[in-house]
C-alpha cells in the first residue's frame, strides 16, 4: 500500500458488527496493485446512527465513496441523492459513490459480482435454467443479475413462499419477458444451482436444497464464503457436480465497487 498522505483518497465500509468484513484487506490489495492513492478503512455504525454518518460523508472532499453492508444495505436507500434503478428495485444497495459535489449515488452490485465470478469460472450462463435457492439481499441481487445474463429459466425456492413471489413479481417488473418461477427444494434438472441462504455458516445447519436429487452435469455455486467449502459443495462434489464457492462473488466485486467509485488507475 502507497504511504497515507494529505493527497490519499479515502473510502469506507459500514457495517455492525465490523470485524468479520474482508472488503478492507481486498480492496486496498486492488488499490496497490492499481497503483492508486487510496485507502479503504472500516466505518462501524450502528443502525441508530447510519443517518447521521451517511450526512457526515456528504462533507468529507477526499471520500471516493463507501461499501455498504449488513445490517444497511436497504437503509441506504432513502439517505442517499440517488438510487439506481437495479438497486431500487432490489430495495438494497451495497456501494455508494460520493459525487465532487457531495451527492451520493447508491448501486448494487452483488449480483453482478455473482455472475461475473461465474463466468470468470468458465461459465456461460446464456440460455442455462438456474435454481435459486434464498429470497433475502444476496438472493434479490442475485436473481436480477442472473436474468440480466440471459440464463433461459430462473427458478426460485424459499422457505417463505411469499418472499420468492415478491422476489419473482419484482424481477418481471424490470425484465417482464424473463421466464421466472417458483420452485421446491428439488433442485434437479437445473443446469446451475445457487445457494443464496446463510445454511451451511454454521455447524449443524440444514441443507439448502435435496442433495440427493444432485447430478453431475450441474454447476452448484455458493455465497457463503465461510467455510469455503460447504457441506452442500461437498455433497455436490461427491456427486460429480462443478462446485463454486462464495469468494469470487467478492473478489469479482472488489473490481466492480473500484470502478463505481471512480477508482481505475494510478492516481
Ligand atoms: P438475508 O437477507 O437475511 O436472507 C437470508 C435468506 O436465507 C432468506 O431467503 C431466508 O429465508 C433464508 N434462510 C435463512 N435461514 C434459513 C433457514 N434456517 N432455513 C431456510 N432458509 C433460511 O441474508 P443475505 O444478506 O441474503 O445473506 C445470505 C448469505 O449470503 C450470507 O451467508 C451472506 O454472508 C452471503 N453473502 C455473500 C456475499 C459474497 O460476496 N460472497 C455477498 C453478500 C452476502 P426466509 O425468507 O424464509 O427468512
Redesign the pocket.
Known amino acids: 500500500m502507497k504511504e497515507i498522505t494529505g493527497y490519499t483518497k479515502v473510502m469506507g465500509i459500514l457495517a455492525d458488527p465490523i470485524e468479520h468484513v474482508k472488503t478492507p484487506q481486498r480492496m486496498n490489495e486492488h488499490l496497490a496493485t492499481l497503483g492508486y492513492d487510496g485507502v479503504l478503512v472500516p466505518f462501524h455504525v450502528r443502525p441508530q446512527n447510519l443517518a447521521a454518518a451517511v450526512q457526515g460523508l456528504r462533507g468529507i472532499e477526499n471520500l471516493a465513496g463507501v461499501i455498504v453492508t ?1 445490517p444497511h444495505k436497504s437503509a441506504v436507500l432513502a439517505l442517499c441523492d440517488e438510487v439506481t434503478p437495479v438497486a431500487q428495485k432490489i430495495g438494497a444497495a451495497n456501494v455508494i459513490r460520493r459525487e465532487a459535489s457531495g451527492r451520493l449515488v447508491a448501486h448494487m452490485l ?1 449480483g453482478e ?1 455473482f455472475v461475473g465470478g461465474l463466468i470468470e469460472a468458465g461459465l456461460d450462463l446464456k440460455g442455462r435454467h438456474a435454481y435459486l435457492a ?6 434479490n441481487a442475485i436473481g436480477f443479475s442472473l436474468v440480466q445474463a440471459g440464463v433461459a429459466s430462473l427458478t426460485v425456492y ?3 413462499a411469499s ?1 420468492a413471489e415478491d422476489l419473482k413479481a419484482r424481477i418481471l417488473s424490470l425484465h417482464p419477458h424473463a421466464d421466472v418461477r417458483l420452485g421446491t427444494r428439488d433442485p434437479a434438472g437445473f443446469d446451475v444451482v445457487v445457494n ?4 451451511g ?1 454454521k455447524p449443524g445447519d ?1 441443507l ?1 436444497v435435496d442433495v440427493a436429487r444432485l447430478t453431475p452435469e450441474q454447476w452448484v455455486c455458493e ?3 465461510q467455510p469455503a467449502e460447504t457441506p452442500l459443495l461437498a455433497e455436490a462434489r461427491a456427486r460429480g457436480c462443478t462446485v463454486h464457492p ?1 469468494a469470487p ?2 473478489a469479482c ?1 472488489i473490481a466492480l465497487m473500484a470502478r463505481f467509485l471512480g477508482i481505475d488507475a494510478a492516481r
Do not use: F, H
Not at 134 to 139: E, I, L, N, Q
Not at 196 to 199: R, W
Open positions: 449488513m452483488d459480482g434464498g429470497a433475502g439481499g444476496a438472493a424459499n422457505r417463505t418472499r443464496a441462504t446463510p445454511l455458516m440444514a439448502p455465497v457463503i464464503m462464495g462473488m467478492l466485486q
